[in-house]
């Protein structure tokens, strides 16, 4: 891709995480309290079975558990951790820990991807959890030692899920709404049981609650994931994830406009230093990890003829 269709590319994902940024005004203003299995059950499960439908296709194959495995850690297991940390840790501590997610990435795609680890992320990793830091925090806050642990573990599910689908692609012929149906569906039949289990079913839903989840399963789940996939498939997976720390700037400003919380010249200044974190991890590096959109997932070690090639053009649905 052309340096402006990057810049495209890198906007219209970026859409993603700045939706999801509005999860915690929606969790807390509109959906049932303390419900974070039903909050994540309701994001995958009823659109991941309408794009199923719609689609009229399953995985075959290895692509039963890689789908399972994509959609527990980019949807199931991501979501509920971010909502219970969310739940148990005051002050934005959650968006602090997680916005560590970037550095997972740039290990794992070193690991599992073959990219070069450079001294330009490093510096981007640290401004972009500076940032989030002036964001959020507001002073000392008691931490919850189970809310750290999943906001950690959140960051490690979202880093993993993202050089997971950077390295397996999806599979020849399957449309990225199919794709992304398979994944909803995936974490959403996971999660139902722990639902039923341990929380059961609400007393009661109010007009608030389902416009909570229309919200949810609409916005915050069909379309903004079928772009964030999309925005896997064109763009390095580092740069990928600097783009979801749009969603804690999002969220503070949400609670600006919309509950009349106050905004320091340190959030600004935080919103600023986040900003040259994002543009920072965007500059190019070379992505060897990269599959073609719409194929199957390459051999471990691609021929250096392959390397030498330039990478296709995306193929089948877009955006």
């Given at each position: 891709m052309t340096s402006r269709q990057n810049i495209r590319t890198a906007a219209l994902t970026g859409l993603a995480p700045a939706v999801w940024g509005s999860t915690y005004l929606v969790a807390t203003e509109l959906l049932p309290p303390d419900r974070p299995l039903l909050a994540t059950t309701m994001r995958a499960l009823p659109g991941g079975l309408v794009l199923l439908a719609l689609g009229r296709r399953l995985p075959a194959g290895a692509w039963w558990?890689?789908?399972?495995?994509?959609?527990?850690?980019?949807?199931?297991?991501?979501?509920?951790?971010?909502?219970?940390?969310?739940?148990?840790?005051?002050?934005?501590?959650?968006?602090?820990?997680?916005?560590?997610?970037?550095?997972f990435v740039v290990i794992l795609a070193a690991l599992l991807l073959g990219d070069r680890i450079r001294a330009l992320h490093a510096?981007?990793?640290?401004?972009?959890?500076?940032?989030?830091?002036?964001?959020?925090?507001?002073?000392?806050?008691?931490?919850?030692?189970?809310?750290?642990?999943?906001?950690?573990?959140?960051?490690?599910?979202?880093?993993?899920?993202?050089?997971?689908?950077?390295?397996?692609?999806r599979p020849e012929g399957v449309g990225l709404l199919t794709f992304t149906g398979w994944q909803l569906t995936a974490a959403g039949v996971v999660l139902l049981p722990f639902w039923l289990s341990l929380e059961g079913l609400p007393e009661r839903l109010t007009g608030s609650?389902?416009?909570?989840?229309?919200?949810?399963?609409?916005?915050?789940?069909?379309?903004s994931y079928f772009v964030w996939f999309r925005g896997i498939e064109r763009l390095p997976a580092v740069a990928v994830s600097f783009l979801a720390l749009a969603s804690p700037v999002v969220a503070t400003l949400l609670g600006y406009l919309v509950k009349d919380e106050t905004l320091s010249v340190l959030q600004i200044v935080g919103m600023a230093v986040i900003l040259g974190a994002v543009v920072l991890g965007q500059?190019?590096?070379?992505?060897?990890?990269?599959?073609?959109?719409g194929t199957a997932a390459p051999g471990p070690a691609p021929a250096p003829r392959d390397l030498r090639e330039p990478l296709p053009t995306t193929s089948g649905e877009t955006a």
């Open positions: 558990w890689r789908v399972v495995a994509l959609g527990v850690l980019n949807l199931g297991a991501f979501n509920f951790l971010l909502f219970f940390a969310a739940y148990r840790l005051p002050g934005g501590i959650a968006a602090v820990i997680m916005s560590a997610q970037p550095v510096l981007a990793c640290a401004m972009g959890a500076g940032g989030v830091a002036l964001l959020v925090l507001r002073g000392p806050v008691p931490l919850d030692g189970l809310g750290v642990l999943a906001a950690v573990g959140g960051a490690l599910c979202m880093a993993l899920g993202i050089t997971l689908t950077k390295r397996w692609g609650h389902v416009l909570g989840f229309a919200h949810l399963i609409t916005l915050g789940a069909v379309l500059r190019p590096g070379r992505d060897r990890g990269t599959t073609p959109p």
